[in-house]
Structures are given as C-alpha cells and as structure tokens.
C-alpha cells in the first residue's frame, strides 16, 4: 500500500473548527500537484543495459578475445542487461602473467604506501555506495537494503586491509635462538592470488580476499561469478580510478575455463573459493595437487534452535530476516527451524503470520522485503525441492509457488514457504534448498537439537534463541559449525573477524577476512642473527 | 511555492528511511519558500537548513549505520499516523504558515519518537539519531510558537 493523502485532510484532524474553516479557505487557493508512489515504482536502475562487458587486465580495460557470451539477466524484471565473455585459458594466462610482472615492484613498493590506494578506493566506493547497491539489485534480485548493507561489508574489509602496516608485522625476540643471537619472524608477500566467486553477494565475497593479499603485497585476480559480473565491473571501474599500478588488480570474466586456467597456472600461489561443496571440494583437491594454498567454503545446511524461554516476538523476527533474507540465497540462511519442547505450536503460528507478510517484490523498490530467486533454473530447482518435501510426507503450510508480482510477469519470484511436521531424514531437512523454504522440525530438548545439527555434514552457522545464560553457553560450547549465533539468526563475521565454517563446508585451515587473510596470503619467515 | 511529497508504506529500514526523507523535504520547501515571502523572519531560513541538514543526516544512516545482520522486517509502523501530503500551496498568511509548520514539526517529531523506539531493537546508532530528531522537532515548535508571538 502507498499513499498520498491531502493536507487537507491531514491538517483538519490537527485544528480547531475556526482553523479548519481557515484551512479550507487557504486549501481553496492551492495548486494541487499529485504526486503518487505506487507499489510497483522502485528507484531508479543505474543503466537500463551494460552491453557487453570486458575483462580488466594489466590495468586497462580489455575486449575478451573469448567469441562466446553469456547474458546477464535481471531475475526481477527477466531482461537482458548485459552479456558477458567466457574468456579463455589464454586471456586468464596474460592476465596472470601481468599480475606476477606487477608483483615484483608491488611486493618492493612499502606497506603504507600500498594503504593509500584503499583509502582512494575507500572514499570513491563510499561516494558511488547508492550505484554499487543499485547495480547488485538488478544483477542478483536482493532487496536494496541487503545489497546497501553488502556493500557497507566490502567498504569494511577494505577498511580493515588499510591496517596492514600493523597487522603485518612479524615478531622478534632478543636472545630468541641463544644468548646473543635473536630470532624473529617476517611476513612476506608471496606473488598472485586469485578468487572464484559464486553469485549470491556480487559485491562482497571478492572482499573477503582480494584487499588483504593485495594490501600485504601480492597481486590479485577476481573471477566473478557469471551469472552476476555487473558489480565487480563497476567496482572495477573505481579500482582503475583509485590508480592502483597496471597488473596488481585484475578481473577476467568467464566459467569453468577460467577457474581451471587459475588453479592450474604455476605462478598462482593461492586460490580462494566460495560456492556449492562439491564445487569447493574440487577445489580443494585441485589446489592441492597442484601445490596451491587453498580457502574453499562451500554449501551450508543451518539450523534456528528455538527454546521454549526465548523472546517471541523478537525472535520471530529476526529469524524472518534470516530464512528469507536474500530469499534465502546466502550460505548463512536459516533452513532449518528446530522448535524445542512446548514453544512449536505458538512459535510456528507467529512465523508463518510473519512470513505470510513478508513483500516480495522487485528489490529496487524500497519497500520490499523480498527479491526473487537468481534464475529461473534456481527457481525450478527449488519448485522440485517442494514437491519432494510433498511427496515425502512434511506438511506444506505456506505455499510460496505460483506468486505473482503486479509489474513483473518475468520474474523469478517464490514466495516465504513453510514445512511443517519435517522429520531429520527427510530431502529438505538435509540438503541444501538455497530458496525461502523453511522445515520446522520438532525436537524435545536441546540435547536432541544439537545431535540433529551434527547429524549434518555441513557446519556452516546455527543459532539459537533463548534467555538461558547455561543453554546459550551449551549450545556455543557443543555445536560443531564455524559461525554460532546467541538470538541472532545471520551469524556473518564482521571483516575484522574470520569467516568460514566448518565440516563439508569448508576446505582449508585459514579463513576468511582479518588476521586469518593476513596469514593465508603471507609466508612467515625466520631470521636467526648473530653479530660475531 | 509548490510542496510534494510521497511517502512509501514502512515495511523495512530503507522505506523507514525513505519516509523520513519525505517529512524532511516538506518542512525544507514549506521554510524555503516562506523565507522568500517573508524576509524579515529571520527563523524560517535557519530552519530550512536545519531540515535540509537532517536530509544529509538520514542519508548518511542509511549508509553508515546499517548492518544487514538485523535488517528484519519493519511491521509495527503504521504510515498514515505520520503522513503529510500538502500537494502544493502557498499559505496566505503567517499565521498559517505558523500553524502548517507547527503540524509538520509535531507529526515529525512523533514518527523519529516512535520510530526510536523501534530501530531500538533493530540499528541502535539510528536510535540515538532519531531521538535527537524528534527532540530538534520539539524544539522547533518553541521556535514557530515565539515567532508567532
């Protein structure tokens, strides 16, 4: 509902008889200009078309030498806003030789000089903040404040890199080895690194990586996903003004050709990866053989671990944002809903009346809460992830299929979903849905709880809702998973913070973001030095 | 002078933004336009910089102050409790000019009020700052009461 209502009629409720009778005398000489906001408008796009992008290498814009392309659409309104190249093994190659050539100066060029293109970066990302939001809506289909809020997470991990002159430091000891010969410790950049991305948060997840290995002296690569490279490109197009020198920052757009040129090439040092886990277990294993360091996150499976002392009404919206927050595409969505004990029957009534108002939408619009689905592939598989849940025997309460949203017949939309009466062997209760479906599980107490999220191979993030300092403390001591949430039902670690998780979803030792990136993307080296 | 606005239905934090900008861009026209037509009342510029200063404000919340960690759905605000919509006019006199901005400052300072109290348990930084607006609201009124003395 939108509405534009007269003063008129707003100020006579506020006045006197006398002062409506004047009122309504000064309303008889006003121009009146109309002005509505319906539902369907939404702010504007930043272009209507992208046309066809190109790969940032060696510091210049480059047409791909790749004859095919893919289109970018806009799972909201179904249109085609740009198309992007499959570039080569070849193209990735060059771009990885110009970024081993640049780390030779980049690696001799000091730390607090290197800082000073991320606070260039830092002020033209804050000045285009409302564009780079903007773009992420019509690439990927998230509501405005979620993307808003992704790329207040990107500033963040660069702010957080900018702190390298003190978060590289090695360490020293006097006498460390013997009397008289002292030992210490260097961190040292060690040459290219590059990053896969999936398409769930265009803007950030490069930022996970890219603005440390590059702040502690490597060069970098940026392989967005394909399905969502309008936001890297205009970021890029920032980097390229933030003046860092040809070659230490480089995007080439692409599919499996050009994750497979990354992980192969002997000068890559290093690769991190988010996406499915068997996609990162490829990775993974891929990285190894070829003597890589590896970060691979994949594919999460979280439970919301409700007991019966928690705050209801806060907890049913907070989890509101967790299961259909980024109409559940991110890897920390809330999937499972684990009522304990006697909370399950006024707990499942307040959810589903919550979710049964959550506005799905176009996520330009500022009032909606929910975007559509990626494609309609995703859409499809999530569709088959429902009637399995039907077919299984879990009890479907809120149907989110067939929606439709006034202005967008093209639209990749599902509406909030809920099961209900969901046993742990069932489809839906274990595998990763990646869609707004909750499973409501019932569970007699908390013991039973945490054995159903362990009975998961993924260990990505879950919380639980409560008053009890005990439980809360049980629960965080206990649950097996790289991100646990206390009445907080999106468990995403802040840049100065690691982020990974754990068991099947993720693969590697080092993780994401603060100190950990400083580790991953520096050798420690030892010098012993006595003085004859 | 001409007024417009468009205030969306509050359902998330960008809307409740939105909206505000909306109650800061009527009372900035409603001053702007009234100094001209009144020069020697020395308040009304004062005051359309001080709305116009709380537009570049709630920009920079909804930039700064969001974490997207807790941006739940917003169902407890009802719109109309706070809607202005003076689609164009020109009030005659400054006594009515008075009585308009005392309207747009008391409705504006009930909707930062109770918005405060929501974004509470939701962003606690936008708490503060809309408490602080609500107050600035109050005390605008005092300001248009002696002007109008």
């Known amino acids: 509902m939108s509405f534009v209502l007269h003063i008129m009629v707003i100020f006579e409720q506020s006045l006197s008889w006398e002062g409506r009778n004047q009122m309504a005398k000064l309303m008889a000489k006003l121009k009146v200009v109309p002005e509505r906001l319906e539902g369907s408008q939404h702010l504007p796009e930043v272009k209507k078309n992208y046309g066809v992008l190109k790969n940032y290498i060696n510091g210049e814009w480059v047409d791909a030498e790749a004859s095919k392309l893919e289109d970018v659409e806009n799972p909201a309104t179904g249109e085609i806003i740009a198309q992007v190249p499959l570039s080569t093994a070849r193209e990735t190659a060059k771009a990885i030789e ?20 991320f606070f260039k970066l830092r002020d033209l990302m804050e000045k ?87 702040a502690c002296g490597n060069t970098y ?42 992980m192969d090439h002997p000068l890559v040092k290093g690769i991190s990866f988010v996406g499915s886990t068997a996609v990162a277990h490829y990775v993974y294993r891929k990285c190894a053989e070829n003597r890589k360091r590896v970060q691979a996150q994949g594919g999460a499976k979280n439970s919301l671990v409700v007991m019966p002392d928690c705050v209801l009404n806060r907890t049913v919206a907070n989890m509101l944002s967790s299961f259909y927050g980024c109409t559940g595409q991110r890897c920390l969505a809330g999937a499972n809903l684990v009522a304990v004990g006697d909370i399950y029957q006024e707990l499942k009534e307040k959810f589903v009346e919550g979710a049964k108002r959550i506005k799905v939408g176009y996520g330009l619009d500022e009032t909606v809460n929910m975007g559509p689905v990626i494609s309609g592939d995703a859409k499809k598989k999530i569709e088959r992830y429902i009637a399995t849940g039907v077919k299984e025997g879990a009890k479907l309460i809120l149907d989110g299929r067939n929606i439709k949203v006034d202005g967008y017949p093209k639209g990749h939309f599902i509406g909030p979903t809920v099961f209900d009466n ?40 879950a919380s639980i809702y409560t008053q009890s ?41 080092l993780h994401g973001q603060g100190e950990d990136a400083i580790n991953f993307f520096t050798d420690r080296k030892v010098v012993i030095t006595r003085w004859f | 002078m001409v007024l417009k606005s468009s205030f969306p239905e509050i359902t998330t934090f960008g809307s409740l933004i939105r909206f505000a900008l909306e109650l800061e ?15 020697n009342v020395a308040a009304l510029p004062l005051l359309a910089d001080l709305h116009r200063k709380r537009s570049q404000l709630l920009e920079h919340t909804r930039q700064q102050k969001l974490n997207e960690m807790i941006l739940e759905p917003i169902y407890d605000l009802n719109g109309n409790d706070y809607a202005l919509s003076p689609n164009g006019h020109s009030p005659s006199a400054l006594k009515e000019l008075i009585k308009m901005a005392e309207i747009i ?22 708490s503060r700052i809309f408490q602080k607006m609500s107050k600035e609201n109050d005390d605008n009124k005092s300001k248009l009461k002696t002007i109008a003395s």
């Open chain 1, 469 to 509: 300092g005990p439980a809360a403390r049980e629960f965080r001591y206990r649950v097996q998973c790289g991100n646990i949430g206390i009445n907080i039902g999106i468990v995403a670690a802040m840049a100065y913070f690691p982020f990974a998780g754990s068991k099947d979803s993720f693969f590697g030792d």
């Open chain 1, 98 to 117: 110009a970024a081993q050539e640049a780390w030779l100066e980049w690696r001799e060029t000091p730390p607090v000089t290197r800082v000073r293109y």
């Open chain 2, 105 to 126: 400052e008391d409705k504006s300072a009930r909707f930062y009020s109770d918005s405060s109290r929501l974004a509470k348990s939701l962003l606690a930084e936008s």
């Open chain 2, 25 to 39: 861009k009527v009372a900035t026209s409603l001053y702007e336009g009234s100094s001209k037509t009144y020069p």
């Open chain 1, 221 to 262: 690569i940026v392989k967005p996903s394909k399905q969502v490279p309008l936001t890297q490109e205009y970021i890029f197009e920032l980097i390229h003004q933030a003046g860092f020198p040809p070659g230490v920052i480089s995007l080439v757009n692409g599919s499996h050709e050009v994750a497979d040129a990354l």
């Open chain 1, 422 to 461: 969901v046993t742990p062997d069932m489809t839906i209760a274990k595998e990763e849905i990646f869609g707004p479906v909750v499973s409501i599980i019932r569970v007699k107490n908390l013991d039973e709880a945490i054995d159903l999220i362990h009975s998961s191979p993924f260990g990505n993030a």
């Open chain 1, 128 to 214: 285009h903040f409302e564009n780079i939001s903007r773009v992420q809506v019509q690439e990927h289909g998230k509501a405005i404040d979620e993307a808003r809020g992704e790329t207040r997470r990107a500033i963040e991990n660069v702010e957080v890199a900018t702190g390298v002159t003190s978060l590289m430091m090695g360490y020293t000891l006097e006498d460390g080895a013997a009397a008289g010969i002292d030992e210490e410790a260097i961190r040292s950049p060690l040459g290219v690194f590059a990053s896969i991305s999936p398409f769930n948060f265009p803007a950030m997840i490069p930022f996970w990586f890219w603005p440390y290995a590059v």
